[in-house]
């Protein structure tokens, strides 16, 4: 299937519906591909010797930095006749909320909060996801994170760890280490000196492992140091990326508790603020000669989108793309790309919202489904084919198909197919507008 975009905007959105509209008969189109491992091997697809020296330095840091953190565990188990059971799992950011009043985060129970975070942080400066922060601090020799491995593994599953017992050791999925590093700063804010400066030491620890981890490219990995994998990819999935870079914003202004900080820890900050807003603009998806939105994953040399865990295909994602949209329209003083960049992924979302469906539950036996219902609020699809702009869905068997009654019962119930949530991007734009690209006033 191929789409011909006329000039007019209103005509491209009004072609690309009458496409999505005329839907053929369902069919698994597709098988999902791992990612391609990022190795030094790989360095040759790199045109120039300054980026090949650039990747080759920052694969060489990664695994120095992972053999350090596996060295340190190690060592505290050296002689040790039993190792402690691992920490629990479960909802992390319950355990550190950020919207308390700031005389809370100077409370017993914060620093409750805040203890347990300084010990569980890496050797690396970063922190595992889906941990409760509001339980007793690490014990020598215990893992430095909990399990997070998949709950239905599968032959050949991309989520499957490499090792078992060294998963997600320091990563930014979930809003893991950007959680931690923002409660240890609301904290270090209603301290004294003296008593904050452990917690001001591994804030600091925190913000040197984002800036280590960040790509050459300016964007970030799900895991660091670099696990395999998707893993290695570069990550928007569930907003890591972003939350990176509106952490690094707010670090490099100075804003709310993050004032105080060293002058190059912000000047450092502000740089891979940069950095990641060019990445973004990189990585926005082009088809049929027009910009659109941004996938979940991307492979870190070629910048094609690429899959994740065996139901997430290499498409563009409506959720992902609203979280990138809004971030953008946050800067202060958007450059013309990223005033480009904006109202092309307006346009894409206004063309692929789906009109009087509703995504819900039918009974036990259905489970989701996608209905008819008049007056129900705007859906997107979470993916999108690049080329076809037609919804796509993945199967734990890492089929993919272009039917979301097709795949199964467990996938179908367990998996954010269609969503609201893109509304807020076009809700955000339309008072965007009103400041930023607001046409001059009459005199």
Known sequence: MSITFPSSRSRWAAALLLGLACAVQSAVIGVNAPVVPLTPERLGELESADLRRAWGQYLEHSAQQRAADKAALAAER???????????GGNSEKSMPLGQPAAWYGSAQALLVANN??????PAGGWGKNQPRDRPVRLPGQDYVANSNSKHPTPGDFDQAIEPHWSYVGTIDNDATVTEIRFL????????????AVFRQSLLKGLSYLFSAQFPNGAWPQVWP???????????????????????????????????????VQEQAALAE??????????????????????????????????????????????????????????????????????????????????????????EAQGRRLRPRAGAAQLWARYYDAQTLKPVFGDRDKSLHDDVDDISLERRNGYAWYSTGPA??????????KSCCAPPQAQ
């Open 424 to 433: 807020k991007a076009l809700a955000a734009y339309a008072e965007w507008l």
């Open 185 to 196: 700063a609301k904290v270090v804010a209603q301290l004294p000196p003296e008593q904050a």
């Open 117 to 122: 975070i300084v010990s569980f942080q890496t």
């Open 78 to 88: 050296a002689g040790s006749a039993a190792t402690p059971a691992g920490p629990d």
């Open 274 to 363: 940069r950095r990641a807003i060019e990445s973004l603009l990189a990585t926005q998806v082009s088809a049929h000669g027009r910009k659109l939105l941004w996938a979940q994953q991307y492979d870190a040399l070629s910048l094609a989108p690429v899959s994740a865990r065996n139901y997430e295909p290499a498409a563009l994602s409506s959720a992902e793309s609203a979280q990138v949209l809004i971030y953008l329209m946050s800067l202060p003083q958007p450059s013309p790309a990223v005033v480009q960049a904006v109202e092309a992924g307006v346009a894409a979302l206004r063309a692929l919202a789906i009109e009087g469906m509703v995504w819900g539950k039918v009974d």
């Open 226 to 264: 670099l696990q395999g994998g998707y893993h290695d990819a570069i990550t928007l999935n569930d907003n890591a990326m972003v939350a990176v870079a509106e952490l690094m914003g707010a670090v490099a202004r100075g804003a709310d508790e993050f004032q105080g900080l060293p002058q190059r």
